[in-house]
Nanobody
Framework: QVQLVESGGGSVQTGGSLRLSCAAT????????MGWFRQAPGQEREEVAA?????????YAPSVVEDRFTISRDNTRNTVYLQMNSLKPEDTAIYYCAADPLGRCLEYAHWGLGTQVTVSS
């Protein structure tokens, strides 16, 4: 059974940092494009970052992360990370990871249940 499990969320103050992890079980994500998404209360889900299978291709939502976030992956651990620095209250949301087995970062077939990030001012 394919599972993506996010961890590392929590409550921090403005300017703080968190490192989210997304561990996959049930299959290897080494060929997948992996993405991080977030959804704040009352808002639509938005994509924050994505990383290709080889890690050479990385994409960030410029209006969202402003060079504060870094996505990475360790295929030996079947895990993807999102390092978030200089956090702001508007970063408060549930963060989800997702996998696109076709590797195109377009059709995310597998999703985790999310981890809550709360940033207080």
């Amino acid at each position: 059974q394919v599972q993506l499990v996010e961890s590392g969320g929590g409550s921090v103050q403005t300017g703080g940092s968190l490192r989210l992890s997304c561990a996959a079980t049930g299959y290897s994500i080494s060929s997948d494009c992996m993405g991080w998404f977030r959804q704040a209360p009352g808002q639509e889900r938005e994509e924050v970052a994505a990383i290709g299978a080889s890690s050479y291709s990385r994409w960030y939502a410029p209006s969202v992360v402003e060079d504060r976030f870094t996505i990475s992956r360790d295929n030996t651990r079947n895990t993807v990370y999102l390092q978030m620095n200089s956090l702001k209250p508007e970063d408060t949301a549930i963060y989800y990871c997702a996998a696109d087995p076709l590797g195109r970062c377009l059709e995310y077939a597998h999703w985790g249940l999310g981890t809550q990030v709360t940033v207080s001012s």
